[in-house]
């Protein structure tokens, strides 16, 4: 039965649990007296201006070093799923989505590394595990669209900083080590400083972990940063990041209720109750680098930033899960996937007053260069007669990009902010069968925000933005392999989204500081799995969808001895138009059904964070979260749900001299944690069980460790 006028339910529900989260007493910084205050009062750089948090007029997220540490975030996904809004919405632990919008096998939000784009492979996901928690000096999160970010920013931006040379002194050095659940250990050391005009910062860390499914995993990463000072707003800098990654991964192996129920953390488990033969693990080895040299002038009136870079990227993935079952040649398939992207950005501003009237025009143009290729073998092959002609691929990529922003003021409250852009996409992919898809289209995105500031801390701002999704390569891939005319690769077109958003930040007093946003994004030409015949044939631009919601962020420290923090977030995601092959209940048969109505699956309606610090006397800060992720539909048709889950994180430190002490529990409960997945909604049978896969999430982890600085 097709589920119709829920989503006014939905809404009074989300209000509901809003509301009930606001009974209860997110990041903060270091305050000069010692004390805490909201980064609303941070300069964000994930903005064409680099204005105040508080004045820009989006919705924009800080994670600072300081709270990675607290929270002990072994990456950066444990970090980004307390954002409200934030979800990992995919099997994969390095696959986020902001506010819902991510399509399936696809990339989510632009991910960038000081500023650089990173986008991997035909799939274009971003690789966040590479990134060690203990070279980031903060992540900025812009859940809006971006314009000044290109293709893809209306996903939303997140900006991943590194540290780099502290001016206090010509040496800092810093040493950190941790031991946890699952032979968890992460050590790292750095050093940093400033002499004369030259400063530098200097990291090396390495993590391993059994992993709670078995899953081994290590990385040994380096970072070298160096900067010469011209003046005191003036800096050229270099930096090179070098990281070598290997997992044994069951994250691309999933399970069905009954080896979920008996085999829930064995990398390797039986196929079936009634077959023996085992399911392996699927391994990674992953390398990856990132050079860079950039220019930074920082003045009033004007200021100035540019950046040339070169990544590289080599990937070798073994599909080893059918080897002990299978006698096909084809079995334990390898890729090897080579990528070098080339990207030069630059953009400048200059302040101009006019008596009441302040303006602020920044122009700005990207250049991306992508060149990636995958060569696949068959080890079992040995007669060398399975083809590898549709799989070996060739990727080049070139996006162009020009924006143009304009802020101005109007007096101390009345405030304007226009952006303009246009990206101009070249893609040209083929494999040895030979099949080639040659693909360019050119969109113009742009924003209007007008603000008016109450206070000089308090900000009301409204706004509008058009931006858009251009399909992966894999998508372009699909289409071109499957060969079905309803799903042809010239037919694909980039998913467009409109967003109007009401957004307030205050920043009260030191025991309160807000920041609420209400939104409504409206998607044309969303993209959806698709099925011929119970086949699965790619990705395809099934219908328009509307998505709304809120999100609220409040943190204080109204005591001495005590902090608090909430954030939440309700959504409402749901088909306008569109039309999707699902299986019917209970005949367990295709159909093609109409989605208008339904709501999207896969998307959380709520997720939340409570949290409070304790402060007993010097030095000393206990913490205790409580971290909610609500109910979500598996399947089109909204037949089935994954339930909403909770789960609790606790934690002490000690501080004194140039020493840190702690330890912290996550999902201290043990709460059994699963991203499930049946999107057509498949039973075992007519009349049967859903037919639901699920891919198994971290349990109960406990840490301790040390820290010395000098």
């Given at each position: 039965?097709?589920?119709?006028?829920?989503?006014?339910?939905?809404v009074?529900?989300?209000l509901?649990?809003?509301?009930g989260?606001?009974?209860c007493?997110?990041p903060?910084?270091?305050?000069?007296?010692g004390?805490?205050?909201?980064?609303l009062?941070?300069?964000?750089?994930?903005?064409?201006?680099?204005t105040?948090m508080?004045?820009?007029?989006?919705?924009?997220?800080?994670?600072?070093?300081?709270d990675l540490?607290?929270?002990g975030?072994?990456n950066i996904?444990?970090?980004?799923?307390?954002?409200?809004g934030v979800?990992?919405?995919?099997?994969?632990?390095?696959?986020?989505?902001?506010?819902?919008?991510?399509?399936s096998?696809?990339?989510?939000?632009?991910?960038?590394?000081?500023?650089?784009?990173?986008?991997?492979?035909?799939?274009?996901?971003?690789?966040?595990?590479?990134?060690?928690?203990?070279?980031?000096?903060?992540?900025?999160?812009l859940r809006s669209?971006?314009i000044?970010?290109?293709?893809?920013?209306?996903?939303?931006v997140?900006?991943?900083?590194?540290?780099?040379?502290?001016?206090?002194?010509?040496?800092?050095?810093?040493l950190?080590g941790s031991?946890?659940?699952?032979?968890?250990?992460?050590?790292?050391g750095?050093?940093?400083?400033?002499?004369?005009?030259?400063?530098?910062?200097?990291?090396?860390?390495?993590f391993?972990?059994?992993?709670?499914?078995?899953?081994?995993?290590?990385?040994?990463?380096?970072?070298?940063?160096l900067?010469?000072?011209?003046?005191?707003?003036?800096?050229?800098g270099?930096?090179?990041n070098?990281v070598?990654?290997?997992?044994?991964?069951?994250?691309d192996?999933?399970?069905?209720?009954?080896q979920?129920?008996?085999?829930r953390?064995?990398?390797?488990?039986?196929r079936?109750?009634?077959?023996?033969?085992?399911?392996?693990n699927?391994?990674t080895?992953?390398?990856?680098a990132?050079y860079?040299?950039?220019?930074?002038?920082k003045?009033?009136?004007?200021?100035?930033d540019?950046?040339?870079s070169?990544t590289?990227?080599?990937?070798?993935?073994?599909?080893?899960?059918?080897i002990?079952?299978?006698?096909?040649r084809s079995?334990?398939?390898?890729?090897?996937?080579?990528?070098?992207?080339?990207?030069?950005?630059?953009?400048?501003?200059?302040?101009m007053?006019?008596?009441?009237?302040g303006y602020?025009?920044?122009?700005g143009v990207?250049?991306?260069?992508v060149?990636?290729?995958q060569?696949?073998?068959?080890?079992?092959?040995?007669?060398?007669?399975?083809?590898?002609?549709?799989?070996?691929?060739?990727?080049?990529e070139?996006?162009?990009?020009?924006?143009?922003?304009?802020?101005?003021m109007?007096?101390?409250?009345?405030?304007?902010?226009?952006?303009v852009?246009?990206?101009?996409?070249?893609?040209?992919?083929?494999?040895?069968?030979?099949?080639?898809?040659?693909?360019?289209?050119?969109?113009?995105?742009?924003?209007?925000?007008?603000?008016?500031?109450?206070?000089?801390?308090?900000?009301?701002?409204?706004?509008?933005?058009?931006?858009?999704?251009?399909?992966?390569?894999?998508?372009?891939?699909?289409?071109?392999?499957?060969?079905?005319?309803?799903?042809?690769?010239?037919?694909?077109?980039p998913e467009?989204?409109t967003?109007?958003?009401?957004g307030?930040?205050?920043?009260?007093?030191?025991?309160l500081?807000m920041?609420?946003?209400?939104y409504?994004?409206?998607?044309?030409?969303k993209?959806?799995?698709?099925?011929?015949?119970?086949?699965y044939?790619g990705?395809?631009n099934?219908?328009?969808?509307?998505?709304?919601?809120?999100?609220?962020?409040?943190?204080?420290?109204?005591?001495?001895?005590?902090?608090?923090?909430?954030?939440?977030?309700?959504?409402?995601?749901?088909w306008?138009k569109?039309?999707?092959?699902?299986?019917?209940?209970?005949?367990?048969?295709?159909?093609?059904?109409d989605?208008?109505g339904?709501?999207?699956?896969?998307?959380?309606?709520?997720n939340?964070?409570?949290?409070?610090?304790?402060?007993?006397?010097?030095g000393?800060?206990a913490?205790?979260d409580?971290?909610?992720?609500g109910?979500?539909?598996?399947?089109?048709?909204?037949?089935?749900?994954?339930?909403?889950?909770t789960?609790f994180?606790?934690?002490?430190?000690?501080?004194?001299?140039?020493y840190?002490?702690?330890?912290?529990?996550k999902?201290?409960?043990?709460?059994?944690?699963?991203?499930a997945?049946?999107?057509?909604g498949?039973?075992?049978?007519?009349?049967?069980?859903?037919?639901t896969?699920?891919?198994?999430?971290?349990?109960?982890?406990v840490?301790?460790?040390?820290?010395?600085?000098f």
């Amino acid at each position: 039965m097709k589920i119709k006028g829920s989503g006014g339910r939905n809404v009074l529900g989300g209000l509901a649990v809003m509301i009930g989260l606001l009974m209860c007493p997110l990041p903060v910084l270091a305050d000069e007296d010692g004390l805490q205050t909201h980064v609303l009062d941070e300069i964000v750089v994930t903005s064409t201006s680099k204005t105040k948090m508080i004045d820009t007029p989006a919705s924009i997220s800080v994670i600072t070093a300081a709270d990675l540490e607290q929270m002990g975030a072994k990456n950066i996904i444990e970090a980004l799923e307390r954002i409200p809004g934030v979800y990992n919405t995919s099997a994969s632990s390095t696959s986020l989505s902001i506010r819902g919008t991510r399509s399936s096998m696809a990339g989510g939000p632009v991910i960038l590394v000081d500023g650089v784009p990173q986008k991997y492979g035909n799939n274009r996901r971003e690789e966040l595990d590479l990134i060690p928690v203990s070279q980031i000096a903060r992540i900025e999160v812009l859940r809006s669209a971006g314009i000044a970010y290109g293709p893809g920013s209306a996903r939303g931006v997140i900006n991943i900083i590194t540290k780099k040379g502290q001016a206090d002194k010509p040496l800092n050095v810093r040493l950190s080590g941790s031991y946890g659940s699952w032979s968890t250990s992460n050590v790292s050391g750095s050093l940093d400083g400033r002499l004369n005009q030259w400063d530098y910062y200097a990291d090396l860390s390495y993590f391993e972990t059994d992993g709670y499914e078995e899953e081994d995993e290590s990385r040994t990463a380096g970072l070298l940063k160096l900067g010469y000072n011209l003046s005191a707003l003036t800096r050229i800098g270099v930096s090179a990041n070098w990281v070598d990654y290997d997992r044994d991964s069951a994250y691309d192996l999933y399970k069905y209720q009954w080896q979920l129920d008996n085999y829930r953390r064995n990398i390797h488990f039986p196929r079936a109750v009634d077959d023996d033969d085992l399911v392996w693990n699927n391994r990674t080895e992953q390398e990856s680098a990132i050079y860079t040299l950039n220019f930074s002038h920082k003045g009033n009136p004007l200021f100035v930033d540019g950046t040339l870079s070169y990544t590289c990227y080599d990937e070798r993935y073994y599909d080893t899960k059918d080897i002990y079952y299978s006698s096909s040649r084809s079995r334990g398939d390898e890729d090897h996937r080579e990528q070098d992207t080339y990207t030069a950005t630059l953009s400048a501003g200059y302040a101009m007053n006019f008596g009441a009237i302040g303006y602020t025009p920044t122009i700005g143009v990207n250049y991306e260069a992508v060149d990636f290729s995958q060569r696949r073998t068959y080890p079992y092959d040995t007669a060398g007669t399975v083809s590898t002609a549709a799989y070996d691929l060739d990727l080049e990529e070139t996006n162009i990009g020009v924006f143009w922003d304009n802020d101005l003021m109007f007096g101390d409250h009345w405030g304007l902010k226009i952006g303009v852009r246009i990206d101009q996409v070249d893609l040209t992919l083929e494999n040895k069968v030979p099949e080639q898809v040659d693909a360019d289209d050119t969109k113009w995105s742009w924003s209007v925000a007008p603000a008016y500031h109450f206070t000089p801390n308090a900000n009301l701002y409204f706004s509008v933005s058009r931006n858009y999704w251009f399909p992966s390569p894999q998508y372009y891939f699909w289409a071109s392999n499957y060969g079905s005319p309803n799903n042809r690769p010239e037919d694909l077109k980039p998913e467009e989204a409109t967003t109007f958003e009401l957004g307030y930040k205050h920043r009260v007093n030191r025991g309160l500081n807000m920041t609420l946003t209400v939104y409504l994004t409206e998607t044309k030409d969303k993209f959806g799995s698709y099925y011929e015949g119970g086949s699965y044939y790619g990705q395809k631009n099934t219908g328009d969808a509307e998505t709304y919601g809120v999100e609220l962020e409040l943190d204080g420290r109204p005591l001495d001895w005590l902090g608090y923090r909430l954030s939440g977030a309700y959504i409402n995601a749901e088909w306008k138009k569109g039309t999707a092959r699902v299986y019917e209940h209970p005949s367990n048969t295709r159909v093609l059904a109409d989605l208008d109505g339904y709501q999207v699956n896969g998307i959380p309606e709520f997720n939340g964070r409570v949290g409070l610090d304790f402060y007993p006397f010097d030095g000393f800060r206990a913490s205790v979260d409580a971290n909610i992720w609500g109910e979500y539909y598996l399947d089109y048709l909204n037949s089935l749900t994954y339930p909403s889950k909770t789960t609790f994180d606790a934690s002490i430190s000690y501080t004194w001299s140039r020493y840190k002490v702690w330890i912290l529990g996550k999902n201290i409960f043990d709460e059994k944690m699963e991203r499930a997945i049946n999107t057509d909604g498949e039973l075992t049978e007519p009349g049967g069980e859903p037919l639901t896969a699920y891919y198994v999430l971290d349990g109960a982890y406990v840490e301790a460790g040390v820290s010395i600085k000098f």
